[in-house]
């Protein structure tokens, strides 16, 4: 996979404005955290060219949400400038309306279309974890095609084709098969989100 990381793929419409000061940010920051310390979220001069990776997003109405900003990855702590705002998506367009402080994740598509799935879905988590990510047959994660690209509307397409089939019914988590190391967890608190993405990146694999 030679795909580099952390390049906006949609159009943008960003307005710079000021962040969300009155909004919770605690669940994200807690979870960037945590993932950080596990080092499936962050910033590494050894992998993928020394680029941020890793986003934390979380709903805010049916149309907009929170999203932490591209290349944030590598902070310790975020805060509200760290996050920009999705006000509006259109995945057929490959459009991203947005505004705040920083521009948003280049992953910002792909939230959006986790989203659309389910109303009850509140958090969306993207992590890099070469852990997960090569067992993913072995932990029967459904997986995206290995030619579909992240940030594209041809992955927001077959991830809702993955959520038609029934196939997170086990679990809410997913692989990317064409984005290295890339998983997505979500669910309808933080912590149902980040969980089940923490539990298999502390397992051992054997073999890898």
Do not use: C
């Not at 919770?24 to 590494?44: E, P, V």
Request: hydrophobic share 35%; net charge negative.
């Amino acid at each position: 996979m030679t795909e580099q990381e952390g390049v906006i793929k949609y159009q943008l419409v960003f307005r710079d404005a000021e962040p969300l000061l009155d909004h919770d940010y605690s669940a994200l920051n807690h979870w960037h955290r945590q993932f950080k310390k596990t080092g499936i979220l962050g910033q590494d001069p050894q992998r993928y060219n020394g680029l941020g990776f890793g986003n934390l997003s979380q709903r805010i109405d049916r149309q907009s949400f929170l999203i932490s900003g591209t290349q944030t990855g590598g902070l310790d702590e975020l805060t509200p400038e760290d996050y920009a705002l999705v006000t509006r998506t259109d995945i057929r367009a490959n459009r991203v309306e947005a505004e705040g402080r920083v521009k948003p994740s280049s992953e910002s598509l792909t939230h959006a279309a986790v989203y659309a799935f389910d109303d009850q879905i509140q958090y969306v988590f993207h992590v890099h974890s070469p852990g997960i990510w090569h067992a993913r047959a072995r932990l029967e994660i459904p997986e995206t095609a290995a030619d579909i690209a992240y940030g594209t509307p041809q992955m927001a397409h077959e991830m809702n084709r993955l959520y038609q089939q029934g196939e997170f019914a086990s679990g809410n988590i997913l692989a990317m098969a064409g984005h290295e190391d890339g998983i997505i967890g979500f669910g309808s608190t933080a912590d149902e989100a980040g969980e089940l993405i923490m539990r298999m990146a502390r397992r051992k694999f054997p073999g890898l």
